[in-house]
């Protein structure tokens, strides 16, 4: 039985779980997706892929029937070009990870703690300080969160709001108990009743059909001018135009974004995150798609991963199955 491991990701998880997997499986790494198409025997063979990715222009892989995604979203497998009878199974292990990152952007941001920190380094400013009689910074306490999708990374989230004093509201696509602390869960199609409350909108749903483009002008009109939104989930979540405009206008008080509109690739590797310059903006907290990556979740992710491929070696049922072809 062999396994084929594409993609950086893939490889660096290939080489981190070898000591892990069954014997019986035979592993090939293409670290390079182009390689594939040079070579397409490596697909020919694999009743395995170990991918985030598979694209209609790769070549046949006729064996398959698993595809063990190295990543939770599973939108850049194109399901159309597996053969019949495939499972397509994610991997999870990021949910303390981000969660940690977005209590820390909501703390960063209601202490001014880049501001202030900022200042005091280069210019020795004591100005936000009693010292100097100055204006008070923020806290968390007390302020309502909202949080759009409840699912593992949500839940987290909100048993940290939680913790830290907060008020959290959730919205979900399908129908969540209010558990860890929640005190409502709105159906998605009730958003805009729960979004003018919230002091910060933390943004955790899965993209699809329903979520595409949710937070748009509209909705981010329904928002308070002080609200402060934080998107971990996907970039076409949040309208690109939109969110811009809102955040450059100060129409919402500011953002921690750490997915994004514009990714690089083999052409662009230092291409920007989007085509308006959020960087320019101060009201912004500007991360590479890295909320997730710790030491922490890797070693989890990976002994998910090395799991489920020795599950299916040993003929066992597979866990985190979202979809057959």
Known sequence: MKALFLGNVAADTANG?????????RVEILADPRQLIERPEAAADADILVTNHWHAEYPPAP?????????????????????????????????????EYVLM?????????????????????WRPSW??????????????????????????????????GCRVLAANRSERPAESGVERVYPLTELDDMLPA???VILCTALGPETDGLIDARRLALMKPSAFLVNIARGQIVDED???????DHQIGGAALDVWWQYPDAAEPERRPSRHPFHELPNVIM?????????????????EVAGNINRFVRGEPLINIVTTT
């Open 105 to 125: 952007t909501m703390l960063v941001w209601s202490h001014r703690f880049r501001e202030i920190a900022g200042d005091f380094r280069s210019r020795s400013s």
């Open 242 to 248: 939109a969110v811009y405009a809102a955040l450059r």
């Open 287 to 303: 991360t590479p798609h890295c909320s997730g990556w710790t030491g922490g979740m890797v070693a989890r992710r990976w002994a």
């Open 17 to 25: 779980i070898a000591a892990q997997l069954s014997p019986e499986l």
């Open 198 to 200: 919230c002091d910060f």
């Open 131 to 164: 010292v100097q009689s100055g204006a008070p910074h923020g806290e968390i306490l007390g302020h309502t969160v909202g949080i759009v999708g409840l699912g593992r990374v949500g839940r987290e989230v909100a048993r940290r709001a939680v913790a830290f």
């Open 63 to 99: 064996k398959a029937k698993l595809v063990q995604s190295v990543a939770t979203g599973i939108e850049l497998i194109d399901l159309a070009a597996l053969p019949r009878g495939v499972a397509i199974c994610n991997a999870f292990g990021h949910e303390t990870a981000i969660a």
